[in-house]
C-alpha cells in the first residue's frame, strides 16, 4: 500500500492519538452485524438502478463494512483511506472472504497523486468528509471528480449535519448486543465547540453476567456542512441529475427526518 503525501493532515493528526476509534478497528466494527449487509445491498440496489457503473472507488474504505458488498454484487470495488490500521483489518477481510480488493494508503485530498485510474463511480462512505473542514470537503470532491469517467458518478454518504445543528441533540444511542457472550453498550455523547465544529465522544462499555469489565472511550471532532453547500458545489463543477436518498431507510422521504443521507450527481 502506498502512503500519502501528507500524513500529517487533521485527520491523520487525530488518528496519531490512542482515542482515536481509527487506530483501534476491532472496536470500530464490532457493532456492524450480517443484517446491515443485507440492507446495503437493498440500499445500492435502488440508488444504483439504472445507472451505468461497473468500477468503484471508495475514497473513504475503513475496513470495508459499507463497500465490500458491492464487490458481491458483482461491481470491480478498489477503495482507499488515510488509515493504515483500518486497510490493514479490511485486507484480512478480503482474504478471508475471497474478495479481489485493490486498497491503497491516501488521503481523499491527494487521490489523484496516489490513484491514476477512473472508475464509473467515486465514493465516500461513512460521513468521512465531515473529518475536515468545509474548504477541504470542497478539495475532496475536486479530487473525487477527477477520478470519475465522463457520464460517471459520485456517490456521498453523510450525517445530516443540518438536522444534529437544528436539533441541538447531544446523546445518540445504540441498541445493545449480545456477542460471545458478552453485552456490548454503546453511545455517543456531542459536545458542540465555540468554533462551529463537535466532537464526537464514543462509549462502548462491555458486560459478563450483569457487570461490566471492560471500558472503551474515543473522541472524533468533526466539521458540519449543509445539504445546501454539498449540492451547490456539486452543481458549481458541473455536476447534474443530483438525487437524494436517505441512507438505508428508503421509506423516509422527508430530508429533515434522515439521520444520514446519500446525495449521488452525474459528471
Known amino acids: 500500500m502506498m502512503k500519502s503525501l501528507n500524513d500529517m493532515t487533521k485527520r491523520g493528526i487525530l488518528m496519531s492519538s490512542q482515542k482515536s476509534i481509527y487506530n483501534r478497528p476491532d472496536i470500530y466494527d464490532i457493532l456492524f452485524t450480517e443484517n446491515m449487509t443485507e440492507l446495503l445491498k437493498n440500499h445500492y440496489e435502488t ?6 457503473i461497473t468500477s468503484i472507488h471508495d475514497c473513504s474504505y475503513g475496513t470495508g463494512n459499507l463497500t465490500k458488498v458491492l464487490s458481491k454484487m458483482g461491481y470491480k470495488v478498489s477503495g482507499s483511506d488515510i488509515s493504515n490500521e483500518m486497510l490493514e483489518q479490511a485486507h484480512e477481510k478480503n482474504i478471508i472472504e475471497q474478495l479481489d480488493i485493490k486498497l491503497i494508503q491516501s ?34 470532491i475536486d479530487q473525487m471528480s477527477k477520478l470519475i469517467k465522463a457520464g460517471g458518478y459520485i456517490y456521498i454518504d453523510t450525517r445530516n449535519w443540518d438536522r444534529i445543528l437544528d436539533t441541538n441533540n447531544r446523546f445518540y444511542y445504540y441498541q445493545p448486543m ?43 471532532l468533526y466539521y458540519p456542512f449543509t445539504k445546501e453547500v454539498l449540492v451547490n458545489y456539486l452543481k458549481e463543477i458541473g455536476f447534474k441529475e443530483i438525487e437524494l436518498y436517505s441512507f438505508i431507510h428508503h421509506q423516509v422521504k422527508n430530508y429533515d427526518d434522515m439521520e444520514w443521507y446519500v446525495i449521488i450527481g452525474k459528471k
Open 107 to 140: 488521503d481523499f485530498r491527494d487521490l489523484t497523486n496516489q490513484i491514476h485510474e477512473q472508475f464509473d463511480c467515486v465514493m465516500s462512505t461513512g460521513n468521512s468528509l465531515a473529518h475536515v473542514n468545509n474548504d477541504d470537503v470542497k478539495t475532496a
Open 47 to 52: 440508488v444504483f438502478n439504472n445507472k451505468k
Open 178 to 220: 449480545i456477542k460471545d457472550n458478552e453485552r456490548i453498550n454503546a453511545m455517543q455523547v456531542w459536545d458542540y465547540n465555540d468554533n462551529g465544529t463537535i466532537t464526537f465522544n464514543l462509549l462502548y462499555s462491555f458486560e459478563k453476567e450483569n457487570r461490566i469489565f471492560r471500558r472503551e472511550e474515543f473522541s472524533e
